[in-house]
């Protein structure tokens, strides 16, 4: 009975010093109780809470976290010895092996340990075997599934993350007004969609992107001006209007939600990060769309950049430059799209100096590497003579492969580099071998149009490289084949458009091939210095058929299309370049301010 009365006493006590602030008094009384009352459950409990209250932000303890939460973790597991049937315990101990999961992970530089995370899923799943109806123990399990994702390839996370979005679901149900489970679940769906991205599955992606922008509207009528609400709102809606989904409203919705955020904070890392991505894709719909708008747009952008330059520690900086070359690589597709060959080209270059910057402060990040690898095969179709030409595939073939040595399933970059490997006098061999690497990166991603059209290039180059024959003959059937499909997945896409009149032409059906080739320069006028160097029409270059479509004379700078219903693509990057621009948009969550 003395002991029970001791035991009460303490917690009464700690208690008051906990709510006066006074942690470190707190742990120095349950140490003391534990001396007198060793087997008392409640006091290892206690002192493992208060040890893990020690780790977090707002307190004056400046030692070792890792070292506070094995303490913690230590006590918990001796609370549990103790009293083996209590949630609560079960529950805490959950919490001490998350948090130290994160800690270890932070002072590594590297990700959560998948055994820690395991050990506190573990512990929420005991709890809610008892306790079904605990939303705060489902929103702690799901954000543990979350973390278990990381550092495993995509097949694998996905399920970790589509369970961690049932547990948010689930949590969300039993405790609607809890905004930063919303938030939560909407950094999770990103995460599912950016996997969905990576295999083609743009209406997957684009469902679940919807989605985690109703999560945010939701969360900011809770609590309005949250700004990690208004940062994942901004990049949500970024997503969207880059993929062309409602472009004009998203962009908008983006810009407004991370001007609010720089309003209060003008030199918010993320914020300008977050706002010079929306920029970036505003300013490329509007050059695609010949509004004069454009050229503001992006000079706003560069200079959201520049702030953020400022803003950005020196690891920060290295990261940004390589954001500006996916940036630039970004405005050249919209300026070729919009026939602005020479543009174009200044931009494409800019990207490569930018990538080369930040290539060399991290020669194993595979995101640069690709993003340079791609600039410089954009490079490539615009170089003359044929010699350099030449030099910047190669040098663009190796970028690709050290990127797929660092990640060898990027759909991107595989395409990317079958591509790379197809230029305009690629022999028969050559071309069999990037369409092998074609037929490789389609097993794996069937759904990714990028992948088809690489494998539908590939063909294209073969079918030039092969004489007249039997095998010509049956290569030409196949790629007709390859261009229905992709017409039948993207029928306003310039690109498919394009490849469909060059095989009509190359199967002697000219008059099919002109009317093809009239729809692609309609949906994408830098189309026409395209056809004019391509050596397909060479035969015909000096036609009427050419004339009338007006290819025989030179580009000009602010030649406006049509607007397109799909997202702009590089003309001469192709379908990946679209893959690879994504994988140039980099995560800041570790980037702090200078």
Not at 463 to 488: H, K, N, Q
């Amino acid at each position: 009975m003395l002991i029970q009365l001791l035991v009460l006493l303490i917690r009464t006590l700690t208690g008051y010093l906990l709510a006066a602030g006074q942690v470190l008094s707190a742990r120095h009384t349950v140490e003391w109780g534990l001396r007198l009352a060793p087997a008392s459950a409640d006091l290892w409990s206690l002192r493992g809470r208060i040890l893990l209250r020690l780790t977090a932000g707002g307190t004056r303890w400046r030692g070792d976290a890792a070292q506070l939460l094995e303490e913690a973790r230590t006590a918990y597991a001796r609370a549990a010895d103790l009293r083996p049937r209590d949630p609560e315990i079960w529950r805490e101990h959950g919490l001490v092996l998350q948090n130290l999961a994160w800690v270890l992970a932070v002072r590594g530089g590297g990700t959560p340990r998948p055994d820690l995370l395991g050990a506190a899923a573990a512990e929420y799943t005991r709890v809610l075997d008892v306790q079904p109806r605990r939303a705060e123990v489902l929103h702690e399990r799901a954000m543990t599934r979350a973390g278990l994702r990381a550092g495993l390839p995509d097949a694998e996370a996905l399920g970790w993350l589509e369970a961690a979005l049932a547990d948010l679901d689930r949590s969300l149900d039993l405790r609607p007004h809890a905004p930063e489970v919303a938030l939560h679940r909407a950094e999770v769906r990103s995460d599912l969609a950016g996997i969905h991205h990576r295999a083609g599955r743009k209406a997957l992606e684009v469902d679940l992107r919807r989605a985690g922008l109703e999560d945010c509207a939701r969360a900011l009528r809770l609590r309005p001006g949250w700004q990690p609400l208004l940062l994942r709102q901004g990049r949500e809606a970024t997503a969207l209007a880059a993929m062309g989904d409602d472009p004009a409203k998203n962009g908008d919705l983006a810009i407004a939600a991370t001007t609010t955020v720089l309003r209060e904070q003008p030199r918010h890392l993320q914020a300008l990060i977050a706002r010079s991505q929306a920029r970036v894709a505003a300013a490329c719909r509007l050059c695609v769309q010949g509004d004069a708008r454009a050229a503001l747009v992006w000079r706003q952008a560069l200079t959201d950049l520049d702030a953020a330059l400022e803003a950005a520690g020196l690891r920060g900086r290295e990261e940004i430059i390589a954001l500006r070359g996916g940036a630039l690589a970004q405005w050249a597709e919209a300026q070729d799209r919009a026939g602005d060959g020479v543009a174009a080209r200044e931009a494409w270059q800019a990207a490569v100096e930018a990538f080369d910057q930040a290539v060399d402060d991290d020669p194993a990040d595979a995101r640069r590497l690709a993003g340079r690898a791609a600039a410089l095969a954009c490079l490539a179709d615009r170089a003359e003579p044929v010699e350099q030409a030449v030099q910047l595939r190669r040098r663009a073939v190796l970028d690709f492969g050290q990127a797929l040595a660092l990640r060898p399933d990027d759909a991107a970059a595989l395409a990317g580099r079958a591509m790379a490997r197809c230029g305009p006098v690629a022999t028969a061999a050559e071309a069999r071998q990037a369409l092998g690497e074609a037929d490789h990166a389609l097993t794996l991603y069937p759904e990714h149009a990028g992948v088809r059209g690489a494998r539908r290039h590939c063909l294209l180059a073969l079918i030039v490289a092969l004489p007249s024959g039997p095998e010509r003959g049956d290569v030409l059937a196949t790629t007709l084949g390859e261009c229905a499909l992709g017409l039948a997945a993207a029928p306003t896409d310039p690109l498919a458009h394009y490849d469909h009149a060059r095989v009509l032409f190359l199967s002697g059906r000219a008059a099919e091939a002109y009317r093809a080739l009239e729809q692609a320069i309609h949906l994408a006028p830098g189309l026409r210095l395209t056809a004019r160097r391509d050596p397909v029409w060479g035969p015909v270059a000096a036609g009427a058929g050419f004339r009338r479509l007006g290819i025989g004379g030179s580009p000009t700078r602010g030649t406006t299309a049509a607007p397109p219903a799909e997202p702009p693509r590089c003309l001469h990057m192709r379908e990946w370049g679209e893959g690879v621009r994504q994988g140039a948009v980099y995560s800041f969550q570790g980037v702090t301010p200078g």
